[in-house]
């Protein structure tokens, strides 16, 4: 007896879902437009209080989701984080 093969919904580049048969390895938050590791403190305790997961999303990687408009985490990826928050103080209007 064969057994369903299980399928993962991602976000692609574009934001929009699909969906794949490996799991994504990085989770985020569609309102706040954030990404960050699985295990991510932050987003633990969010799901341990009863929010976030309505509004979770799956990406395969990291660059998937910067093209997709999400932003690092500053608790579990804060040198990313860095990086992101210097570049954008440069590009924005003084």
Known sequence: MATAARAYT??????????SPTPGTLGG???QRLYGRLDCPSALRAI????????RVF????ATAVAAGY?????????????????????APP
């Open 29 to 31: 938050h569609r309102q």
């Open 71 to 91: 932003r690092p985490c500053a608790v579990c990826l804060p040198d990313e984080y860095a990086r992101w928050k210097a570049t954008r103080e440069r590009t």
């Open 48 to 55: 341990a209080r009863g929010g976030y997961v309505r509004h």
């Open 59 to 62: 990406f395969a990687d990291e």
């Open 10 to 19: 991602l976000l692609d580049a574009d934001g929009h879902p699909y969906d």
